[in-house]
């Protein structure tokens, strides 16, 4: 599947310390390949929706099928990004 971030989670990522970033886009490359796989650090919530998690950082994420498309919404702290 082809993965798209936002501009406003593509923002949050280069800002945020560089180890983490490292880890949360090989993460997200990971779950590229294969959405629909068990991974320990993702979760889904319903309706093509769903976060993967890297230390104290989320990554909100949408699921479209049809057109084989990963879309992520928001990245942020685990203390701001279900505000």
Do not use: C, Q
Not at 60 to 68: H, P, Q, R, T, V
């Amino acid at each position: 599947m082809k993965l798209l971030i936002e501009a406003n989670a593509l923002k949050v990522l280069l800002r945020m310390p560089k180890s983490d970033a490292t880890g949360l886009r090989t993460k997200l490359r990971a779950f590229a390949t294969n959405p629909y796989g068990e991974h320990g650090w993702a979760k889904a919530f319903g309706g093509g929706r769903g976060r993967i998690r890297h230390g104290d950082w989320r990554a909100i994420y949408e699921i479209n099928g049809d057109a084989l498309l990963i879309t992520v919404l928001k990245i942020g702290n685990r203390k701001e990004i279900y505000r």
